[in-house]
């Protein structure tokens, strides 16, 4: 599934050797609640979860009164449509995350490129990508720790 307007997602392949379906199901389960809720509680400071790009530029004074009550941290949430949207999905050998809800998805896609190819916002948006693209990761803590919960996980099973 390539980065698109209608969903913005990406996959992590996951080891699932020797597991069965229910075992494949409650790993996926593990890691996609681990990495939505890492997604989550970066962007609730103002971070990008991605590799590389730090903290998002504050919020200009202006908008942030009139959008946020002041707040000037740039946490993705103006409804909390957006990333309440933002999910996991199991897939053939991983998990699908990111935001498949088509509505969402182009708010998603906004952020992500700062409105690249919009025909009206082309160039006027902040680019805050939070949904890793070709080429892009997410963190280096967030990616060792879903090593170690699949390598955990592997282990267990393998002591029953």
């Known amino acids: 599934m390539p980065f698109n307007k209608e969903e913005t997602s990406f996959f992590i392949k996951l080891e699932t050797k020797g ?81 498949f809800d088509e509505d969402e998805a182009i708010k998603s896609y906004g952020h992500n490129t700062g409105m690249r190819g919009h025909p009206i916002l082309k160039g006027k948006g902040v680019k805050r990508p939070f949904i890793p693209r070709k080429g892009e990761s997410l963190k280096k803590d967030i990616t060792d720790y879903i090593d170690d919960i699949v390598e955990d996980f592997l282990n267990d099973k393998s002591k029953n």
Do not use: C, H
């Open 19 to 99: 597991l069965d379906k229910d075992e494949r199901e409650e790993l996926y389960d593990q890691v996609g609640d681990f990495v939505v809720t890492e997604m989550l509680e970066s962007l609730s400071r103002g971070v990008s979860p991605l590799s590389g790009v730090g903290k998002f530029k504050q919020l200009s004074k202006k908008y942030a009164e009139d959008q946020k009550g002041g707040d000037r941290t740039p946490n993705l949430e103006l409804d909390s449509d957006m990333l309440s949207a933002l999910e996991y999905k199991p897939g053939r050998g991983g998990i699908w995350v990111g935001i």
